[in-house]
């Protein structure tokens, strides 16, 4: 079906040169605007070659360059880059030319950068033993990302208070870790972009001169890609960001709100700016609760998210925690694309555990990074099952994941390993029917804790069998200490992984299922089932699901608990040259990452919380506002005030707001009714 632009679309297309800054809404039709105003800058004669679109993530660059090439119909098109693709192109030419020193490109998920990490934290760190807690890793690795996301360098961030402040061992290893990158001639992405953003300042555009710069999804750049577009931008050239200071998600990459919502402007003069505010998306309730949480952020909310009067019907709807299964069960009979939200990867191997009970398919958005196998505790509680009803690993033999499932033993087990120990065991345990008890027993002689430590494990010896409850057989391992080891239990705004969460949610799911070893073990080992009639349900994080849409959506783990709004770990400094970050505590983050998630919903969504009588009340009450004492459920949930927009939303559809008294309606929902009469659509 052709859409027509609305008049606020037609006004972006149509912007003459100059600068101009475009705030959208979830769901109002970026891709289509932009697609839209390039043919048209091209139809004007000018050269698709003096245009750059960057866009934030390869698949969706990919699809706006397939969707240009069709409205072009000629394969010569702007050129449309990521960030990172963008400075590869500007790095590999300067190496061309030997301005730069050839290096090999490392990517984070190779293991060569791994090893840099945790060699320049072991040496820089002076960390006495070889296996390092995979949570101090992370934090290490959030600090480098900090200082890389700023390019600031090791004696930069030594001397500068908001990077000094953290653990001073993290910049002896970061130091460390910037020495052993040259040492091996390596080279990560975000060096890419600070070393593409020198030679940009440098005047080395090495052939780049645009007349349009169009830039998506502004609220998640970083100062050195603000730096970048800077030094690309002439005199004559157009700078065009597009964004939703409501969506920045990624403060802990070095995005902030304020770019979009200001650096952009002091830096890009006379910038036009342009708003849309009216989503295809969703209905009424969920517009009504999306704005009524995003306005308790510090940021003004100077335009609210408005249905467009053609969008459907969205039904929202709040279940409890307990419901997950038959929830489940529900949307995979509706049509449509199914999607699984969550804040942690803890919630969301519970909802992979549910689903295989059920029956029903899945896949991870992350390519399966985040799922069972790959969790410490699943492993734990595998091999431990696996020895208490068999008494051997054969059950893993071919088994694709044995190495995650055995990795994941090996790391959440505690067993503190000394230098060569933990590969030895890992290579040990990988060969064909072998003893996992014998491989441990040979390398667990060291060290006194290393002894006492594999006793405990081996006490499990003892075979049960397969019709044993699966909660027997967990509540055995947990008295073994077999849980003990196993990593951190607060989420990092960047680490959505606790294992003590993941362990909860299982011992809970095992409880109310009442299933037995087998069939649990079944339920793991087996890859799921994969051909059914419902679409395959798509499990994301909340970070992970940005820019993307799908028909049902159920938002779960929504425990005030699991998103870290005031953990101390999470608060992140910045040296933004516009401001101090506005909260410190990463509450307004963590709003926006809510709010990013439900938005994605097109026909139903599915908030799914922890019992919580506060939240009964508030909802019985309709009230919208930020409850004063700690809640369990996410207070993000209150502060939606579902039942008083499902009222408002009913009124809209059923034409009744003109026969209602003004004061039926909050002033906040009279806003919201008075936007959508302005609305020329
Ligand atoms: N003028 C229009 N009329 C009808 N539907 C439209 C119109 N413009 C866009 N849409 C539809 O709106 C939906 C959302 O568009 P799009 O995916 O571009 O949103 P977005 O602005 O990128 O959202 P987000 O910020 O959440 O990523 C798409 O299904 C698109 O086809």
Redesign the pocket.
């Known amino acids: 079906m052709k859409?027509?632009?609305?008049w606020e679309?037609k006004r972006i297309v149509s912007h003459e040169n100059g600068n101009a800054l475009v705030m959208?809404v979830?769901?109002?039709?970026?891709?289509?605007t932009l697609v839209k105003r390039v043919e048209r800058l091209v139809k004007s004669g000018i050269d698709p070659r003096s245009i750059l679109i960057l866009m934030y993530n390869k698949s969706v660059s990919q699809t706006f360059a397939a969707k240009l090439r069709v409205v072009l119909k000629s394969n010569a098109i702007p050129e449309v880059r990521t960030f990172h693709s963008l400075a590869l192109k500007l790095v590999s030419n300067a190496e061309h030319q030997q301005i730069l020193k050839k290096k090999e490109l490392v990517s984070s998920d190779d293991y060569r950068y791994a090893q840099i990490v945790r060699q320049s934290y072991r040496e820089g760190a002076d960390h006495k033993q070889n296996f390092i807690p995979s949570d101090e890793i992370e934090e290490f690795e959030l600090f480098i990302t900090r200082c890389r996301a700023e390019a600031v360098t090791p004696d930069e961030a030594a001397s500068d208070p908001t990077f000094s402040k953290s653990k001073p061992e993290h910049i002896r290893a970061y130091k460390r870790y910037c020495d052993l990158l040259e040492e091996y001639d390596l080279r990560t992405f975000d060096d890419c972009l600070i070393e593409a953003g020198l030679l940009l300042r440098g005047n080395q555009y090495l052939g780049m001169n645009f007349k349009h710069i169009i830039v998506d999804e502004y609220q998640d750049v970083n100062l050195i890609q603000h730096e970048m577009i800077r030094s690309l931008a002439k005199e004559d050239t157009s700078v065009m960001a597009v964004g939703?200071i409501n969506?920045c998600i990624y403060e802990w990459r070095g995005a902030r709100p304020d770019f979009i919502g200001g650096l952009f402007e002091k830096h890009f003069k006379n910038a036009k700016v342009y708003h849309?505010s009216c989503t295809?998306?969703f209905g009424h309730t969920l517009s009504l609760m999306s704005n009524s949480v995003i306005r308790r952020n510090s940021t003004k909310l100077s335009k609210l998210c408005i249905s467009h009067p053609?969008t459907p019907k969205t039904n929202v709807r709040i279940y409890s925690d307990n419901s997950l299964p038959a929830v489940l069960s529900q949307m995979s009979e509706a049509s449509g694309t199914q999607a699984i939200l969550s804040r942690t990867k803890a919630s969301l191997a519970e909802a992979e555990m549910v689903l295989r009970l059920c029956g029903l398919p899945f896949r991870y958005l992350d390519q399966g990074a985040s799922s069972l196998y790959k969790r410490a505790e699943v492993g734990l509680l595998v091999v431990g099952a696996l020895m208490c009803v068999y008494g051997n690993l054969g059950r893993l033999e071919n088994h694709p994941e044995k190495q995650s499932l055995i990795s994941g033993f090996l790391d959440g087990g505690g067993f503190q390993w000394k230098k060569g120990q933990r590969k030895e065991a890992l290579n040990g345990l990988m060969t064909a029917n072998t003893d996992l008890w014998a491989v441990l027993g040979g390398i667990c002689v060291g060290s006194h804790y290393q002894k006492e430590r594999f006793e405990k494990l081996t006490s499990v010896r003892q075979k049960d069998n397969e019709d044993a409850l699966a909660i027997g057989i967990f509540y055995i391992l947990e008295k073994a200490g077999y849980f003990t080891g196993v990593g951190s239990a607060g989420v990092t705004r960047r680490n959505s992984n606790d294992k003590y969460r993941g362990i909860e949610k299982i011992e809970k799911l095992l409880k109310s299922s009442k299933v037995n070893a087998g069939t649990f073990l079944n339920l793991i080992l087996n890859s799921g089932r994969r051909n059914d009639d419902c679409e395959p349900f798509v499990l994301s994080t909340l970070h992970g699901c940005k820019?993307l849409?799908w028909d049902n959506v159920a938002v779960i783990g929504l425990h005030e608990k699991d998103f870290p709004c005031g953990y101390p770990g999470a608060t992140l400094g910045s040296r933004s040259p516009v401001k101090e970050p506005m909260v410190k505590d990463g509450t307004e983050e963590e709003r926006r990452l809510f709010y990013v998630g439900i938005?994605r919903a097109k026909r139903q969504l599915n908030l799914m919380v922890p019992a919580d009588e506060g939240l009964a009340i508030w909802l019985k009450n309709a009230w919208d506002s930020t409850p004063k004492k700690t809640t369990t459920a996410l207070r993000f949930v209150y502060e939606a005030g579902w039942t008083a927009c499902a009222l408002t939303s009913d009124a809209i559809y059923n034409n009744s707001v003109e026969v209602k008294q003004k004061s039926d309606f909050s002033k906040f929902h009279q806003w919201y009714l008075r936007d959508l009469q302005r609305l020329k659509v």
């Not at 859409?3 to 609305?6: D, I, Q």
């Not at 979830?26 to 289509?32: D, L, M, Q, Y």
């Open positions: 859409k027509s632009l609305t679309q959208a979830p769901g109002s039709g970026k891709t289509i939703d969506q849309l295809f998306r053609s820019g849409e938005t």
